[in-house]
């Protein structure tokens, strides 16, 4: 099974800035997810990313607002942009590995905004 | 549109009890189902996973049904304990619109010691 790591566990910030969070996986992989997880909700698909091409954005959801990173097949970066309180949610890093295609997460960054 | 429904919304059981949890989506046409545990402020752990072929799957106390046909998966779980304790999420992953994986809204367990 993949294990993965996610940088910041959680974090504190100001309305109007920005966060990176980045994801790292112990082995290869295709595609790498973010999941968003607001208070009490369950999980909504933000994007996928793809190493080598632009990421793939869900409704409701842009590029200028979370800005993707995917330079190898190892590690992605999510980058909430230009914050509000509505950002507070768990932000959370999946991939999908093995012949049967099972879906792993990493622990989640809780995001408060301020 | 893949919708998946988990019922109920909330449980809370004496330790020991057999329970069942349920899981129901509108589209047959599914890949495969997982099945999830999530402690509070806490990533997600695979349980079980339901390839679109298979019936059912067993790991230890835990065994998951899937019914295509009537859009249904069950999770059993047998002698609860109190380290059950956690939310489930049901999770279905479709071939239409790109692999997309649609999860429940969860069923958040309790089991009284």
């Known amino acids: 099974s993949a294990v993965i790591s996610q940088k910041p566990s959680r974090d504190i910030c100001q309305r109007g800035t920005s966060l990176t969070i980045q994801c790292q996986v112990d082995s290869q992989v295709t595609m790498m997810f973010w999941y968003r997880q607001q208070p009490g909700q369950s999980l909504t698909l933000i994007a996928t990313?793809?190493?080598?091409?632009?990421?793939?954005?869900e409704s409701g959801f842009v590029i200028d607002k979370f800005p993707i990173s995917r330079p190898n097949l190892t590690f992605s970066t999510l980058t909430v942009s230009n914050m509000s309180p509505e950002d507070s949610s768990i932000y959370l890093c999946?991939?999908?590995?093995?012949?049967?295609?099972?879906?792993?997460f990493g622990p989640g960054t809780r995001l408060t905004v301020l | 549109k893949q919708e998946v429904t988990q019922i109920p919304a909330a449980l809370s059981v004496p330790e020991g009890e057999n329970l069942v949890l349920n899981c129901s989506f509108t589209?047959?046409?599914?890949?495969?189902l997982q099945w999830f545990r999530q402690d509070p402020g806490k990533g997600l752990t695979s349980l079980l996973l339901?390839?679109?072929?298979?019936r059912e799957q067993t790991s230890g106390r835990l065994n998951a049904s899937l019914d295509k046909s009537s859009g249904r998966s069950t999770l059993y779980i047998a002698a609860s304990q109190p380290g059950d304790s956690a939310t489930y999420l049901c999770a279905v992953r479709s071939p239409t619109g790109g692999f997309k994986t649609i999860f429940g809204a969860g069923t958040r367990l309790f089991v009284k010691a």
């Open positions: 589209d047959s046409a599914i890949y495969n």
């Open positions: 339901i390839q679109s072929s298979q």
């Open positions: 999946s991939v999908a590995q093995g012949s049967t295609d099972t879906q792993y």
């Open positions: 990313a793809n190493q080598g091409s632009e990421a793939t954005y």
